[in-house]
């Protein structure tokens, strides 16, 4: 599985930002998806979860209300829709796909495959 992530940037605290990741090498609605991300110095947190149908997805509690994962199985693209952004939400962010425990899990080790992360800078 190869992963693609985009959609970072520079936005104002208050703002909104969509991440995307594409996803290619093996049939996407057959795997879980994760978002995690990581602050320099910080360790790699999870934000959220999302089965391969997309019926179910899992939030971390920080980030509810405020962060949406979903899914098009048509273009093999997950997405985290993130609004209300702060400036602690600073980090680079990552896609990943467990494609063996598929139990939505929060910890990155279940994850096997990696997108290369995109840059969200939350600053005025």
């Known amino acids: 599985v190869q992963l693609q992530a985009s959609g970072g940037g520079l936005v104002q605290p208050g703002g909104s930002l969509r991440l995307s990741c594409a996803a290619s090498?093996?049939?996407?609605?057959?795997?879980?998806m994760g978002w995690f991300r990581q602050d320099k110095g910080k360790e790699r947190e999870f934000v959220a979860a999302?089965?391969?149908?997309?019926?179910?997805?899992k939030v971390a509690e920080s980030f509810l209300g405020r962060f949406t994962i979903s899914r098009d199985n048509a273009k093999s693209t997950v997405y985290l829709q993130m609004s209300s952004l702060k400036p602690e939400d600073t980090a680079v962010y990552y896609c990943?796909?467990?494609?063996?425990?598929?139990?939505?899990?929060?910890?990155?080790?279940?994850?096997?495959?990696w997108g290369q992360g995109t840059q969200v800078t939350v600053s005025s």
């Open positions: 090498g093996r049939t996407f609605s057959s795997y879980d």
């Open positions: 999302i089965v391969g149908s997309g019926l179910s997805t």
């Open positions: 990943a796909a467990d494609t063996r425990s598929n139990t939505l899990s929060r910890s990155a080790s279940s994850y096997e495959y």
